[in-house]
């Protein structure tokens, strides 16, 4: 429970500091610029809006009006009071100006005075100004740049301010209300330009400055929600072609002036009078906010926006100032999602996805890191098309991707640590094989004790104490390492797993601590693999002049099936890995009992069951029927003649005979059986053999009659 615990506040704290992350990432330049353009996209998604009821017309100092005004830029005042009394002719209710005059004319002085007197005469034009901050020895100044005073003098409207404000990519996606200066508060050209359009008093427009009591600025009737305390979203309605426009010497073209084109043909076209193609005729202008402005690239009035300009992420300033109103006039504004909702948004998505990944795993985890991530990605996209409520991506978005990433991170870093600690646990019992199998099975055993139906291995050298008598310590050392890394290397290779050395003895058991269903078989074919393996051993000994004690040595061992317990066990500072139970001694018992037989190995009848359930690897021979010292319960018990491809015809030939034998002993049909023992014992490849041993028996059988309440269960007195 405490470790369970420690690994819920680790997630936690996982998922906390995957949050304060993506708070600090969000924060960063580049994450808020990868916001932005996901607002730009939005924008795309959602596509141009209708704006075929719009009061709007633009009229532009474009190039070609440039080529077809005899002047060139900037062009005599016289002209613009053209514009503005042609455009009052064609009905235009308001005309705002996206240009600063603040020169006088280069031309002649008196093309300002008539420009001037135009907009005294019609009380409907807008002028641009600026208000520009400028560091003057450490400190900062606000400088006006206003049209020139005989332009102000002559208007009767306020100036407008005209300078917009970019984001952090240079992209222009907000409008300021205006700004004060020297107690004066001056309005942006779309606010200036409504409350001309819709005749507002100022007393009807609110005042710059913070009120933080509203949410909304109102211009006359309209209540403009803000994004910031001075400022609200511009909900672009397409790109540069959205709203109509005419190019400026199509507005002054009338019959009193010729232009270059005209000119050039010797008559006139006269754009904006022609009784049947001209502006005044088709009511172009006819109560309009007529917004003029730059379109040539000399003067470098043009912004990043939402909406692609034909290929150029740049659009007029002057569209923008038009895409202001409109969103006014419609009352169609963007709502920016609350702050504290999305950070409580990433707070879910950190802790639910940390919570998953830990009781889950990480293929359920990735899984719904990218539902979360494409589903939440599918409401901000809902929200704005269907709802122009604009919710922030990067936040909740890097909140899902950190909280994976440092989830499967961290999971890989408690699987590693788990790997450590099982291998630390069993790399001295186990192949490196079957660790790599355990850890991926991901069952660790049940450690302090688990039944289970496994087998059991022991060996043991014959006469090991001859070679501590006749061997030098060291010399002794040596042979038994290189005895046991031999052996334990043929063990573990076959799924075995180490208990313990006592001496030259192993203790070993296959199908634990990972499940093996061929265990008994693995174990029958790791004792046959082991004689082979001694095999090479001696011929190596005797080649490298040890005695011949050394390369003539054999060894014994015995194996069972059954439930057994395993797991750590000893105390709490030292413990070990081991099994322990009936079936356990029982195992020892066939390897100590394996001398009485004159065999090397010997496996109860459930062994040789089990193993031969998953393959005929082995070829096994009925050696007697058994109570072992310390059981009452007889067992059948075999030899392991040897690996079915290595038995040769007369080894078959004698185990045939010696089973038949053995039968017939069963029967005390005595000397029957002696004739059968003496033909198998020809056969045996051994000097003295399990045929030779029941011939003394049977002869001693045949002297003392055993009676005919007799089993044939031979009872061992020694160990």
Known sequence: MPKQKSRISSVVFIALAAFLLSLILILLKPVQILELKY?????????????????????????KADEEIPYKFPWPTNLHAKLVENLNKAGAKVIVFDVVFNNPDIYEPKNDTLFAEA???????????DLQRIEINNSVEVSQLFPNRVLQAGNPNKVALVQVYPDLDGAIRSYRFGQQHQGTNYYRLGI???????????????????????????????????ERGNSFLINYYGPESTFPSVSYEEVIDDSTYTTVFESGLGFEVNAFDDPDIGHLAKETFKDKIVIVGSTMALLKDFYPTPFAN?????????????????????????????GWYTILIMVFFCLSLALLNRFGNANWGLLVSIILGSGYTAITYWAFIDHNV????????????????????????????????IKGMFASYVSPELVDRMIESGEEPQLGGEETYMTAFFSDVVSFSTFSEQLEAKQLVKLINEYLSTMTDTLNNRGGTLDKYIGDAIVAFFGSPVPQKDHALQACISSQLMQKQLAELREKWKKDGWPELVYTMQQRMGMNTGLMVTGNMGSSRRFNYTMMGDNVNLASRCETGAKKYEVFTMVTESTKNEAEKFGDDCVFRLLDHIVVKGRTKPVKVYEIAGLRDDVEEPMKECIGLY????????????????????????LEKYRRNPSGIFIDRCEMMRENQPGPDWNGVFIMKTK
């Open 390 to 421: 604009l919710m922030m991506i990067t936040g909740p978005i890097l909140a899902v991707v950190i909280t994976q990433i440092s989830m499967v991170g961290y999971e890989y870093y408690i699987e590693e640590k788990e790997k450590r600690r």
């Open 192 to 226: 200036e330009a409504l409350r001309e359009y819709y005749g507002f008093s100022y007393d009807e427009i609110d005042p710059i400055g913070p009120n933080p009591e509203s949410d909304y600025f109102s211009v006359g009737p309209f209540e403009i929600l803000k």
């Open 659 to 682: 089973e038949e034998a053995l039968d017939l002993y069963f029967k005390q049909e005595w000397d029957e059986a002696i004739s059968k023992f003496k033909a198998s014992e020809k």
């Open 39 to 63: 607002t730009d996209q939005l924008f795309e998604w959602r596509g141009p809006l209708d704006v075929s009821d719009s009061p709007i017309v633009l009229v532009a100092i474009s190039q």
């Open 310 to 338: 034909e290929g150029n992420n740049e659009r007029p300033g002057y569209q923008i100032h038009a895409n202001a109103i409109q969103t006014i006039i419609d009352g169609n504004y963007i709502d920016r999602f609350r």
């Open 119 to 129: 907009m005294q005469k019609y009380g409907n034009v807008t002028l641009a100004g």
